[in-house]
């Protein structure tokens, strides 16, 4: 069996510049961070990032790696805006497809499935079809002749999850209330790396949770890395909530300060010394 | 009953009880379907349905999980079977709109040229999807000439001259827009939009000059929106949301 572990380092060693990149997760919640910190230490750049977008497009844009993003929207739930987004769009930064959530959805659903694109009733009527001039429609070969939108598979080079728990061989499993999409963005992209609190022996996946909790499974699985907090500054519940402190002071500190503080370092155990630093200056 | 709950009850009608009753309406006779309410007056509202005169709604905890008034969990609704609950029909979101026009379109994504926008907000989301397949309502808590505008910049949520442009009618439907002024829905000429109601304390006139379009049904008689129940009262402030965070969202 192939031991599939390896660092977050050896992660980004695997991919380049240019590629359509998958990121897991849901806005700030269980988002690949550690793999996010990653990619900014690397020089890797010109991505075209897929995402149902939170903080992880907001740390790429403005570190000015992405070229084109694909996405519903981008947010930090409790602040509802994601400022260094917000900032890149109105700065003209990157190429912006613009989909709606569902449209997202099955555009995933049709890569994992290796189909061109599947039917959905939405988009149309709205301008999402006037700002991705690309889509097409398909019209219903049954008696209703229900004119649909062709939504084409998101497939991806490369996707970044991450999730409670794993073991060596690329099982891995999520703890908490909703599974998002990660289990798809590992089946729609030609390689998946799987972040996790903990990696365990697969014998002790079963013993965490029931067998529904298993979300992805190894046959899909490139590299599996143990980066316990993770995740932060997102939820990763059970293991651990959001940091809306952190998350606060991300989204209020001017990019270059923050990067300087807390992204410069050579490596995730920098990044995660230098938030304890800053939690303790706050106590 | 204590002395605190009957002053609490004499306490005069604020604009934001009015606004959760008026919210808590779209739900009325909706029988057995999902209520999404964005935002906390439509949150209220929504609790405040399923307490009094539509108690089959089903809420969530705002997260994974279906759940019944005490917050106990009744059913599971992950983001990707919640997106079967839209396309299926059996659910009643009412949503913010950051611009809305006369005939209900929508926009949250952003403000100015789409390719380049003066302000970018959070993008389509899943008003797309929602508009096209089950019912879609919208909350303003401040209604404004910016807000209420002739022409939206990028239509997230699709309006009744554009569903039927696009012949995307067949499950197409904005039962209510209510906003700290009014209820507001899409029965006037064509499918636009006509005053129903005003809250009490305002003026027609007002409703008008914070509107930039046409407004149907705003020349004659325009009815108040209607009291609340000694109960629903009750409910509002002792029972939903005690801590008056209502009033945050809407002053007066």
């Given at each position: 069996m192939t031991d599939k572990s390896m660092t977050p380092e050896d992660v980004v060693g695997r991919l380049r510049s240019g590629m359509t990149l998958g990121i897991g997760g849901w806005g700030s919640r269980r988002k690949p961070m550690a793999l996010v910190r990653a990619l900014l230490r690397?020089?890797?750049?010109?991505l075209t990032v897929v995402s149902y977008g939170g903080p992880d497009v907001g740390l790429l844009a403005a570190a000015g790696r992405i070229r084109r993003l694909v996405a519903p929207f981008a947010t930090l739930d409790s602040i509802p805006l994601e400022p260094h987004f917000r900032a890149a769009r109105e700065a003209g930064a990157f190429e912006l497809t613009e989909l709606d959530e569902a449209m997202f959805m099955w555009g995933l659903h049709a890569a994992a499935n290796r189909l061109p694109f599947l039917p959905v009733r939405?988009?149309?009527?709205?301008d999402v079809m006037r700002v991705n001039p690309e889509l097409r429609t398909v019209t219903s070969p049954?008696?209703?002749g229900e004119e649909l939108v062709a939504v084409p598979a998101l497939r991806m080079d490369a996707a970044l999850v991450h999730l409670n728990r794993a073991d060596r061989l690329g099982n891995a499993q999520y703890?908490?209330?909703?599974?998002?999409?990660d289990d798809l963005f590992c089946e729609a992209a030609d390689a998946a790396y799987v972040s996790c609190e903990q990696l365990v022996e697969s014998a002790e996946l079963a013993k965490a949770g029931?067998?529904?909790?298993?979300?992805?499974?190894?046959?899909?699985?490139?590299g599996v890395v143990e980066c316990p907090n993770g995740a932060h500054f997102t939820s990763c519940v059970p293991d651990y909530g959001r940091d809306e402190a952190f998350q606060k002071l991300y989204a209020s500190t001017p990019w270059a300060e923050f990067a300087a503080r807390?992204?410069?370092?050579?490596?995730e155990q920098d990044y995660q010394r230098a938030v304890r630093a800053w939690h303790e200056e706050q106590s | 009953m204590s002395s605190g709950r009957s002053e609490s009850a004499a306490a005069p009608v604020s604009r934001a009880e009015y606004c959760v009753v008026a919210c808590a309406e779209?739900?009325?006779?909706?029988?057995?379907v999902l209520a999404s309410p964005m935002g906390l007056i439509p949150s209220f509202g929504a609790r405040l349905a399923k307490r009094t005169f539509s108690p089959d709604l089903l809420l969530t905890d705002g997260e994974a999980m279906l759940v019944g008034l005490d917050g106990s969990a009744e059913g599971w609704l992950p983001y990707r079977r919640h997106l079967t609950m839209v396309t299926g029909g059996r659910r009643h979101v009412m949503m913010g709109a950051s611009q809305i026009d006369r005939f209900g379109n929508?926009?949250?994504?952003?403000?100015?040229?789409?390719?380049?926008?003066?302000r970018q907000l959070?993008?389509?989301?899943?008003a797309p999807v929602n508009t096209l397949n089950n019912p879609v309502s919208y909350w303003v808590p401040r209604h404004s000439l910016r807000v209420f505008v002739?022409?939206?910049?990028?239509?997230?949520g699709v309006g009744y001259d554009r569903a039927e442009a696009a012949g995307v009618?067949?499950?197409?439907?904005?039962?209510r827009v209510v906003s700290d002024l009014g209820v507001f829905d899409?029965?006037?000429?064509?499918h636009s939009m006509r005053l129903v109601s005003r809250h009490p304390g305002v003026a027609v006139e007002q409703v008008r000059a914070a509107t930039g379009f046409e407004l149907a049904g705003a020349d004659g008689e325009v009815p108040y929106t209607r009291e609340p129940t000694a109960r629903e009262l009750a409910l509002i402030r002792e029972v939903i949301d005690p801590e008056g965070l209502r009033e945050r969202e809407v002053r007066g």
């Amino acid at each position: 069996m192939t031991d599939k572990s390896m660092t977050p380092e050896d992660v980004v060693g695997r991919l380049r510049s240019g590629m359509t990149l998958g990121i897991g997760g849901w806005g700030s919640r269980r988002k690949p961070m550690a793999l996010v910190r990653a990619l900014l230490r690397s020089e890797i750049t010109d991505l075209t990032v897929v995402s149902y977008g939170g903080p992880d497009v907001g740390l790429l844009a403005a570190a000015g790696r992405i070229r084109r993003l694909v996405a519903p929207f981008a947010t930090l739930d409790s602040i509802p805006l994601e400022p260094h987004f917000r900032a890149a769009r109105e700065a003209g930064a990157f190429e912006l497809t613009e989909l709606d959530e569902a449209m997202f959805m099955w555009g995933l659903h049709a890569a994992a499935n290796r189909l061109p694109f599947l039917p959905v009733r939405a988009g149309l009527g709205s301008d999402v079809m006037r700002v991705n001039p690309e889509l097409r429609t398909v019209t219903s070969p049954y008696a209703d002749g229900e004119e649909l939108v062709a939504v084409p598979a998101l497939r991806m080079d490369a996707a970044l999850v991450h999730l409670n728990r794993a073991d060596r061989l690329g099982n891995a499993q999520y703890l908490g209330p909703d599974p998002y999409f990660d289990d798809l963005f590992c089946e729609a992209a030609d390689a998946a790396y799987v972040s996790c609190e903990q990696l365990v022996e697969s014998a002790e996946l079963a013993k965490a949770g029931p067998p529904q909790s298993l979300l992805v499974s190894r046959h899909c699985v490139t590299g599996v890395v143990e980066c316990p907090n993770g995740a932060h500054f997102t939820s990763c519940v059970p293991d651990y909530g959001r940091d809306e402190a952190f998350q606060k002071l991300y989204a209020s500190t001017p990019w270059a300060e923050f990067a300087a503080r807390f992204l410069r370092g050579a490596s995730e155990q920098d990044y995660q010394r230098a938030v304890r630093a800053w939690h303790e200056e706050q106590s | 009953m204590s002395s605190g709950r009957s002053e609490s009850a004499a306490a005069p009608v604020s604009r934001a009880e009015y606004c959760v009753v008026a919210c808590a309406e779209a739900w009325r006779d909706n029988g057995e379907v999902l209520a999404s309410p964005m935002g906390l007056i439509p949150s209220f509202g929504a609790r405040l349905a399923k307490r009094t005169f539509s108690p089959d709604l089903l809420l969530t905890d705002g997260e994974a999980m279906l759940v019944g008034l005490d917050g106990s969990a009744e059913g599971w609704l992950p983001y990707r079977r919640h997106l079967t609950m839209v396309t299926g029909g059996r659910r009643h979101v009412m949503m913010g709109a950051s611009q809305i026009d006369r005939f209900g379109n929508q926009n949250i994504s952003c403000v100015g040229d789409w390719e380049r926008p003066s302000r970018q907000l959070l993008g389509v989301r899943g008003a797309p999807v929602n508009t096209l397949n089950n019912p879609v309502s919208y909350w303003v808590p401040r209604h404004s000439l910016r807000v209420f505008v002739e022409r939206v910049d990028m239509v997230s949520g699709v309006g009744y001259d554009r569903a039927e442009a696009a012949g995307v009618t067949r499950f197409h439907r904005l039962p209510r827009v209510v906003s700290d002024l009014g209820v507001f829905d899409f029965t006037g000429p064509g499918h636009s939009m006509r005053l129903v109601s005003r809250h009490p304390g305002v003026a027609v006139e007002q409703v008008r000059a914070a509107t930039g379009f046409e407004l149907a049904g705003a020349d004659g008689e325009v009815p108040y929106t209607r009291e609340p129940t000694a109960r629903e009262l009750a409910l509002i402030r002792e029972v939903i949301d005690p801590e008056g965070l209502r009033e945050r969202e809407v002053r007066g």
